[in-house]
């Protein structure tokens, strides 16, 4: 009686545990907390970015890069440790305001901003108002920044926000490296162009494209485009790009309609080369994507997972051991986001009883007067501009046989 009595009381403590556990998550089922805890005494550094539905991959990604640098950061027990959390905002503007108020309420104190473009122009406005310092790992457009002109109109859309900064190449730059290493490698005579004429991170580098490829003399052939509204069906641009005798095809866009226009194409038996950015980087795991499709496709990104340096390594074997993939570079910019704001909290001497404002204040000079300067997965002696831009190198990749191989 007594050994049924023991069992009985165990397993009305492993029900009431599994509750508690339950309902606590039930009270924020959208955050993604840090792995290994929160780290006692810690910075609070959160972030936003699609952790479910079209554009997971770039969210789940940057998410999982931070993680990986906020463990090894925690685990060399110095003065500076983070607890980091990340909110899903679906690539949603409205959604991202959402989860960047519930940040400030859980009182973050240092803001990876959002993943995807869109999202982070509206929490990057939010932040700037708040004196919280935000720096994206992968939102690109330029006017997530402000006080950035448009490179064909020179108009600018709004004010510089001074405490915004980023860590991938901004939407113009990836159209100018993109025209460039096309014409540098002779990859085509002939270019057809896709793009999305509702998103800012598409419409940003079809502009700046288009300016060096008159620049350089490429030839366009053929220019056409789509909206969320209609971007299941591409038939109308493929036959356009395929009767302009197109030679390369350029998809200044996301991976999930880069996905249909490769799956479109070999339907209709077109074969040119295509010729993406980096919001193309995750294509390879986009679940039910047949990998052969991207066979031979050209992208232009920061960061090559086959590269030898040690530090490259060491991040990809981690990676993998951890979540099951080659990183991509969402990943890597996660990643080094999160070392570059530890190295600059470490030089201005930045402690946890500070205000998000009082951080900000102090992160902003050493960011915009390019003095700081970071190394890492994504490149080597970076520097920010005073729009706060970074200032790196692209790498040319190419898909062979399902994996990114460098092309240099």
Same mark, same amino acid.
């Given at each position: ?45 959160? +972030?936003?970015?699609?952790? *479910? ?32 959390? $990340? ?33 982070? =122009? ?10 919280? /310092? ?18 064909? *109109? ?34 085509? #005579?002939?270019?057809? =162009?896709? $793009? ?22 490429? #030839? ?49 038996? /077109? ?47 981690? $990676? ?40 900000? #204040? ?27 831009? =970074? #200032? ?9 046989? +399902? ?6």
């Amino acid at each position: 009686m007594n050994k049924l009595l023991k069992r009985s009381l165990a397993l009305i403590s492993v029900v009431i545990l599994c509750f508690a556990v339950l309902t606590a998550c039930g009270q924020d089922s959208d955050a993604v907390v840090g792995a290994v805890g929160e780290a006692t005494g810690a910075f609070r550094m959160g +972030g936003t970015g699609p952790l *479910t539905g079209g554009a997971a991959i770039y969210g789940n990604a940057v998410a999982n890069g931070a993680q990986i640098a906020v463990d090894e950061i925690n685990a060399r027990g110095g003065e500076i440790q983070f607890d980091l959390r $990340y909110e899903d905002d679906e690539h949603n503007a409205e959604r991202a305001v959402n989860a960047y108020n519930a940040l400030k309420d859980w009182g973050m104190q240092v803001f990876l901003g959002s993943v995807t473009s869109t999202p982070a =122009v509206a929490t990057a406005e939010e932040s700037n108002q708040d004196r919280v /310092f935000f720096m994206t790992p992968s939102a690109s457009s330029t006017e997530v920044l402000g006080g950035v002109p448009n490179p064909l *109109t020179g108009i600018v859309s709004s004010p510089r926000r001074d405490n915004v900064f980023q860590m991938c190449f901004v939407d113009p730059n990836q159209g100018l490296y993109s025209a460039q290493y096309i014409y540098d490698h002779n990859l085509a #005579e002939r270019i057809a =162009v896709i $793009y999305k004429n509702d998103d800012v991170y598409s419409m940003g580098i079809f502009d700046s494209f288009i300016q060096r490829a008159g620049e350089l003399g490429l #030839e366009i052939v053929s220019t056409t485009t789509f909206t969320e509204a209609n971007q299941n069906d591409f038939s109308v641009q493929l036959t356009d790009a395929r009767n302009s005798e197109a030679d390369l095809v350029f998809l200044p866009m996301y991976y999930t309609p880069a996905s249909l226009i490769l799956a479109q194409a070999r339907g209709m038996d /077109f074969a040119p080369r295509f010729f993406g950015v980096d919001g193309m980087d995750g294509i390879l795991t986009m679940e039910g994507f047949d990998p052969s499709l991207a066979e031979g496709v050209m992208l232009l990104t920061p960061f090559t997972a086959d590269a030898e340096d040690e530090r490259t390594v060491n991040f990809v074997t981690m $990676y993998y051991e951890r979540f099951g993939e080659i990183p991509n570079q969402f990943a890597a910019g996660g990643y080094d986001t999160v070392h570059a704001i530890y190295t600059a909290l470490n030089q201005v001497n930045a402690t946890t009883d500070m205000s998000a404002e009082e951080i900000s #204040e102090l992160l902003i000079p050493i960011f915009s007067d390019g003095s700081f300067v970071f190394s890492g997965v994504t490149g080597e002696n970076m520097r920010w501009d005073e729009t706060g831009a =970074v #200032e790196k190198s692209p790498k040319g990749i190419i898909i062979r046989d +399902g994996v990114y191989v460098g092309m240099e």
